[in-house]
């Protein structure tokens, strides 16, 4: 059910019940995932009303996306995703990139360089900035 979700809980149970559902459990909110504390959940809850929550918490995302570019664009996942990453943190480290992404730091594929180029590629090259090894979201 929660497949490929970032999200961070500080309550064990929760973090159990979210480990079971599929989601990525992370260690602090770090910025890159949905804080699952936020979300203001009453006890006991659904299933419905925790889909719904978190499918507002990501419908941020989307907003997110629109927001940059002024209008609704559709880019594969990882695109999106380093887009995200790169506009709620202010700027990454490709190291600190990889690792929110779910790869190991020091992992030597070259899927976020190239998903990079290709943000390059079709919205400029001043659109994801390298600075001191730092990435951030530039201008269109």
Known sequence: MLDGVRIFSSDAIW???????GATVVDGPDGTGIDFDSLGLDMPTSVPVLR?????AADDD???IHDIFGRNVHLPMIQAKIVILLYKSGGMSGADLRAALGYAPDATTHSVDTAIYQLRRTFGRNFIQNDNGVYRI???
């Open 138 to 140: 530039g201008q269109l």
């Open 15 to 21: 973090r159990q019940i979210l480990t079971d559902l």
């Open 52 to 56: 719904a929550a978190i499918q507002r």
């Open 62 to 64: 989307i907003r997110i």
